[in-house]
């Protein structure tokens, strides 16, 4: 695992750099804010833990900067505020997870490790291959063979999660709240449309049904 740290405090500085390379975690240690995007925009990390109380730029100003920029490794923000608002805004500015100052070095360690598998999970899951398809997750793009089909945002929400689900009856309720909230106004042929017009783009023309209706209980997303 490859870290960069951007911390002030020589003293906590010094202490975090030792026992990370004591746990066979390599450290880069730059010690003023204006460092960290470039930092991190050009050397590959695999965690940031950033200080949010940075000399030049703040660790959140620098974490809401990268991710305005597409920067998707995991970001950990150390601070010695400890209110729900301030967790709040640290997670707003993009930070992945938080951690309260003065903490038990044997708690950043569990979260480094958490936040390396949820890295590992996300890549793993990036690109979804079934039949002739493949779904790109994080472009957002599916396949069949080497042609593009177009999906809107929605349509690639709903074939997203019943990919993820393949094989097994999607609830409506499920579809209603993961895609578009329980409290949303949706009806049950709003839904029913977003399933023809699925249909039309990925079925084969053949009389081949992918997307499986379970009367009174949802779909299913069939293997090709």
Do not use: H
């Not at 066979?24 to 003023?32: A, F, G, P, R």
């Not at 950033?50 to 990268?66: Q, T, V, Y």
């Amino acid at each position: 695992m490859r870290v960069l740290l951007a911390e002030d405090d020589e003293r906590l500085g010094n202490l975090t750099q030792y026992m990370l390379k004591q746990n066979e975690i390599s450290v880069e240690w730059i010690k003023n804010g204006t460092e960290i995007f470039e930092y991190a925009m050009y050397a590959d990390y695999d965690i940031l833990i950033l200080d949010w109380m940075m000399p030049g730029e703040s660790g959140i100003e620098a974490c809401r900067r990268l991710r305005k920029n597409g920067y998707e490794k995991a970001i950990l923000i150390l601070t010695a505020r400890d209110g729900v608002e301030d967790r709040v805004t640290g997670l707003d500015a993009g930070a992945d997870d938080y951690l309260t100052k003065p903490f038990e070095f044997a708690e950043l360690l569990a979260r480094l490790r958490a936040l390396a598998r949820r890295s590992t999970q996300k890549i793993q899951q990036e690109i979804i291959e079934f039949g002739s398809f493949t779904l790109n997750r994080t472009a957002k793009i599916l396949k069949k063979k080497d042609q593009v089909i177009q999906l809107s945002p929605r349509e690639f929400q709903i074939f997203d999660l019943l990919v993820q689900n393949i094989g097994i009856v999607v609830p409506r309720d499920v579809l209603l709240d993961r895609i578009w909230g329980y409290e949303s106004e949706v009806s049950s042929n709003n839904i029913d449309s977003y399933m023809k017009i699925l249909r039309k783009k990925i079925e084969p023309g053949d009389g081949k049904v992918l997307i499986k209706t379970v009367r009174g209980v949802g779909y299913r997303l069939e293997a090709e």
